[in-house]
Every structure is written in C-alpha cells, then in structure tokens.
T-cell receptor
Framework: KNEVEQSPQNLTAQEGEFITINCSYS?????LHWLQQHPGGGIVSLFM???GKKKHGRLIATINIQEKHSSLHITASHPRDSAVYIC?????????FGTGTSLTVIP | SQTIHQWPATLVQPVGSPLSLECTVE??????LYWYRQAAGRGLQLLFY??????ISSEVPQNLSASRPQDRQFILSSKKLLLSDSGFYLC????????????FGEGSRLTVL
C-alpha cells in the first residue's frame, strides 16, 4: 500500500470548470506539498502546508490533519492548467509521493 | 535566490556503458539532496539522499551509486547500465527543516538501448 494515494488518476475538464484533486496519506507528516509537472518533465512546487488552507491565484489547497487528507482546487480552470499534479508528504528528511493526477483542460 | 541545475537533460546510452548525472544547487548551504527516478504511471521513487558531504543513504539496492563531493553537488553514477535503468531522473533539494520546501531540477531523461 502506498503511503500517499491520489484521486482521480486522470481528469478531463472544460475550460472554466471547478476542479478538485484529492490526496490521502497514511503516515505522520510534518508538511504536505502539492507539485505541478508539465509535459516537459520539470516539477514546480505549488504549495506547502501543514494546516488549514492556502490560496495562490486560482489555486487553493486545504489539509485536514486529523483525517489525513488534502485537496487541491482549481477555480475557473484554463487549458494552461493542463499538467500532472502530484501530492507529496514529508516525514523527517523523507518525502513520499502520490502517483499524480493527470489533468487536461479542454478549451 | 536558490536555483538547482542538473545535466545532461537527455542521454542515450548503450547497455553496459557508464553513467554520470550531475546536480548542483546555488544560493543555499547544507541542503538535503535527493535523487529520484520517475517511471511512467508511478510515483517518484527515492534512489539516494544526502544530508551532508560524503553522507549518502541508499533506498533501493541496484547498480546505481551516488556521491556528494561538495556541499552543493550531487552525482548519480553507474559503472554498467542496464535496460531497466531507463527512466526520468530528478534531483531535488530541501533544507533540513520539517517545513522546508522541495525544489526540483529540470530532470534527465535516460534511455538505455
């Protein structure tokens, strides 16, 4: 069993739709990260959070420590949001990664 | 500001040939350094991590090795590549803090023929 589970695995949305990607984890963590990977392969960090909620532009990330669950929301989705979104958790010096959610936003 | 570079970006090597991927970090000191491999449809697999010069922890037994000759340099090597070594390799760094962010290099795509 993976330490980090993401859903859905694949997601197709129409431009403008509200999108939610979910992440559940089974280990104790010090922080949870949401990452974005574009087709070229590079990975950028979107959020790092250990409690509550963070917002950056059209992206919102929430975490519920008690339920060991996090969500990434994208409001007013745009084709440029098409990418793989990866959830990762930190335990000490180690990071555990979900397998990613492949998002395609259609114009 | 902090940056991380890894190279080469793309590599095609024959089976049995050696490998050297290099990663350097700028703008920070004493980072934790990581080598990951990403296979299609799978999460990032930790290969090696290092918390300091000469300190390497290996997570997966295989024919790869890592070295950290300088504080901000991390090298992934192999003496003889296998077909199964093909994949996308990512270097990353984070500060030794529970809430340190994780930063990735551009990645190196290795094809072993």
């Amino acid at each position: 069993k993976n330490e980090v589970e993401q859903s859905p695995q694949n997601l197709t949305a129409q431009e403008g739709e509200f999108i939610t990607i979910n992440c559940s984890y089974s280990v104790g963590i010090s922080a949870l990260h949401w990452l974005q990977q574009h087709p070229g392969g590079g990975i950028v960090s979107l959020f790092m959070l250990s409690s509550g909620k963070k917002k950056h532009g059209r992206l919102i990330a929430t975490i519920n420590i008690q339920e060991k669950h996090s969500s990434l929301h994208i409001t007013a989705s745009h084709p440029r949001d098409s990418a793989v979104y990866i959830c990762a958790v930190r335990t000490g010096n180690q990071f555990y990664f979900g397998t990613g959610t492949s998002l395609t936003v259609i114009p | 500001s902090q940056t991380i570079h890894q190279w080469p970006a793309t590599l095609v090597q024959p089976v049995g040939s050696p490998l050297s991927l290099e990663c350097t970090v700028e703008g920070t000191s004493n980072p934790n350094l990581y080598w990951y491999r990403q296979a299609a449809g799978r999460g990032l697999q930790l290969l090696f991590y290092s918390v300091g010069i000469g300190q390497i922890s290996s997570e997966v037994p295989q024919n790869l090795s890592a070295s950290r000759p300088q504080d901000r340099q991390f090298i992934l090597s192999s003496k003889k590549l296998l077909l199964s070594d093909s994949g996308f390799y990512l270097c990353a760094w984070s500060l030794n803090l529970n809430t340190g962010e994780l930063f990735f290099g551009e990645g190196s795509r290795l094809t072993v023929l």
